[in-house]
């Protein structure tokens, strides 16, 4: 085991608690256990785990009471989620709540019979993650929120801020499995509005700084900020070099827009882990992840910033007006 997973698996700090020997002690006891594997970093998904945690109480399961909870962190290091799962796998784990689609692809590749409950942002059935949203099938059902299929709408919302623009770009990082998606779906839109898309991949915060001084050579008019992990952990540096550089911007989720961003449009991700909390508890009742449909959100919601960036007051308006948060 390498050392970046030793350091993980005894240090998952969340809330103040290391839980790994509380998971220990658990599995001494009988006590289920529930293997959390997420490919962010434990301090800006904090609220995310709080979420998940009251899914899990709303169906009769507390941790450290009759529920341990083994958290592992991949720290936009993708590649280390296989071996994380393993490590999760290893200690004979109830269930398996996984976020999001790279930690839920190294799941389902690591195991075919421990049950898995996912929170994504991509299309589970096209990523292969199940059958049918409505049949799941196998060992893995959960919550898809389809961020993935937002872009094309975030696109329009930049474009009636800045109507006559010619060029956009999109912020991605090409090691999340989401990234040819997400990059296609964009490229089809811009066509549809005969607009031309810039595709900015960066893995690194070097590379997302330098990407800045693009965008301004390539005189782009707004920017979209692909979901990913990475980028979650780097809000706040990339919100400040949006509004370093004046270029409006738009993200995927609401955070985003309370740190200062100019908006965010899709799906409340809170809201996602709280159902996929109250998915675990029911797996851990007895329930055939088989059985379980894919939960889809039903609210989208545009979340916005007084921020206004290259644009006037009636263009920003104009594209509030033309999406009212739901």
Known sequence: MSENIKRRAFITLL?????????????????????????????????????????????????????????????????????????????????????????????????????????????????GLVASLNRPGGNVT??????????????GLLHELVPAAS???????????????????????????????????????????GHFGTLDQQRVAALIVAPDAFFDSQRDHIVELVARHAIPAIYERREAAMAGGLMSYGANVADAYHQAGIYTGRILKGEKPADLPVMQPTNLSLSLTSTRPRCSASQFHRACSSSPTR
């Open 142 to 155: 959960g919550v898809a929120f389809l961020s993935q299929l937002l872009g094309a709408k975030r696109l």
């Open 167 to 209: 060029m956009f770009a999109v912020l991605v990082n090409p090691t999340n499995p989401n990234a040819e998606g997400v990059t296609k779906d964009l490229q089809a839109a811009g066509h549809t509005l005969g607009k031309q898309i810039l595709v900015l991949p960066a893995s690194t915060e070097r590379e997302i700084d």
């Open 15 to 127: 809330g103040g608690a290391v839980v790994w020997p509380l998971g220990a002690r658990a599995q001494q006891a009988g006590m289920p256990v529930i293997g959390f594997l997420n490919q962010g970093a434990a301090k800006p998904s904090a609220y995310l785990a709080a979420a998940f945690r009251k899914g899990l109480k709303e169906v009769g399961y507390v941790e450290g009471y009759n529920v341990a909870i083994e958290y592992r962190w991949a720290e936009s290091q993708y590649n280390q989620l296989p071996e994380l799962a393993a490590d999760l796998i290893s200690r004979k784990v109830s269930v398996l709540a996984v976020a999001f689609l790279p930690a839920a692809l190294a799941a389902k590749a690591a195991t075919s019979t421990i049950p898995i409950c996912f929170v994504t942002g991509a299309d589970p059935v096209n990523q």
